[in-house]
């Protein structure tokens, strides 16, 4: 009886290090989950290719995912849509493989509704001082971004109640190990192990 991968859900507010975090967990060997690269209308950062970071789109190529429900959940964020690819996801949890999402906030309340079953984790800055620093550090937004960004990071903070777990990004390392013990601890619980035993037990 093959069971059913994990949709497991990382988000958090703006220049917490989410694309951070998910690169040094994807970089250790042991890790086993299947990236789902999302969809989005922004411009590349540095650095940032195309089909291995994000799916770069037009709004117009976005939107048409929309009308077509090609999108398990979008969002738009500070003048770009993002969103998930939602045949990608069904059927590599359906062949027992645990998929990894990193999205915004919104998104990850939109997964909520639609997998209640998946698995969100909220990755917490620190403090707001370190927030700011981190999102200042990357060079790329205009003082009238970086206090939008900081705006839109309290009122995300503050919906952290719709998370099963925080993890608190103090250090990469530390973030990649807490998270990787969540994920052991939920494929361990008995309502996910049972049914297999269940099976055993007719078997004989």
């Excluded at 990382?10 to 998910?22: A, E, F, I």
């Excluded at 411009?43 to 117009?60: A, C, S, V």
């Excluded at 690819?85 to 359906?94: G, I, M, N, R, S």
Aim: aromatic fraction near 10%; charged fraction near 30%.
């Amino acid at each position: 009886m093959k069971e059913r991968g994990l949709l497991i859900v990382l988000s958090g507010p703006s220049g917490v290090g989410k694309g951070t975090v998910r690169q040094a967990l994807f970089a250790q060997e042991d890790t086993k989950f299947e990236y789902s690269i999302s969809v989005t209308t922004r411009k590349p950062r540095q650095g940032e290719r195309d089909g291995i970071d994000y799916f770069f789109k037009t709004r117009e190529e976005f939107e048409n995912m929309i009308e077509n429900n090609k999108l398990l959940e979008w969002a738009e964020y500070v003048g770009n849509y993002y969103g998930t690819p939602v045949d990608y996801v069904e059927q590599t949890l359906e062949d027992g493989k645990d998929v990894f999402l990193e999205i915004e906030v919104q998104g990850a309340l939109q997964v909520r509704k639609a997998f209640p079953e998946g698995l969100f984790i909220f990755l917490a800055p620190p403090s707001l001082s370190e927030l700011k620093n981190r999102i200042v550090t990357r060079g790329t937004e205009t003082e009238a971004l970086i206090e939008n960004r900081m705006n839109a990071a309290k009122e995300e903070i503050e919906l952290m109640d719709a998370y099963d777990y925080v993890v608190e990004n103090d250090n990469i390392e530390l973030a990649c190990e807490r998270i990787k013990a969540i994920v052991l601890a939920e494929h361990l619980r008995r309502d996910r192990v049972a049914p297999r035993y269940k099976k055993m037990l007719e078997v004989e």
